[in-house]
């Protein structure tokens, strides 16, 4: 935990049962770390300031997912406080069933990196299995919440908020970078593509 900032981590009923450590020198590897397991600190188990944003998750009806305490911390101060995060961790089956007991609308803000992408495709993955389809925001030029609201001001990522992708929109995104639609052939084959995604929806 040499040279990180730390922040305690709690269980479901606000008793402190860890640590997260963040670097803050802008230093690329291992930007968070986690407290080592134990048998009442498990990762899949948990998703930070879950004890905090419960009720405020419940009276707006929504629930928004991040990746570290920062990213929770900097949106409380533009006053989005139905916020939680999953320590950095993939989010499993577990932590999809701990975000339906708070709303089945949920939104992905995870970072804009690749990382982030992963993640978000993880974590779609395990929210679809249990019935929840959810929305999806994507940070630009590699940002976490944290940075973009930093840069951006608080209106612009509320705004962000406030216009999530659907399931669908994402998948579009990032299939039309995949191919050069002016190329008539690649074209067809992002059109079948996304044929093939329409009708995985039942509605």
Known sequence: YRNRIMFPLFDLNGKVIGYNGRVYNGETENKYVNSKETDIFKKRELLYNYHRAKDECRRKKSVIIMEGPMDVIRAYTIGVK?????????????????????????ILCFDGDDAGLKATKGAIEELTKIGIEPKIVRLENNSDPDDYIIKNGGDSFKAKIDNPMNIMEFKESLLKKEYNLKNTEELASYINTMISEINKIDD
């Open 82 to 106: 139905n916020c939680v995060a999953t320590l950095g961790t993939a989010f499993g089956k577990e932590q999809a069933m701990l975000v339906r007991k708070l709303s089945s609308n949920v």
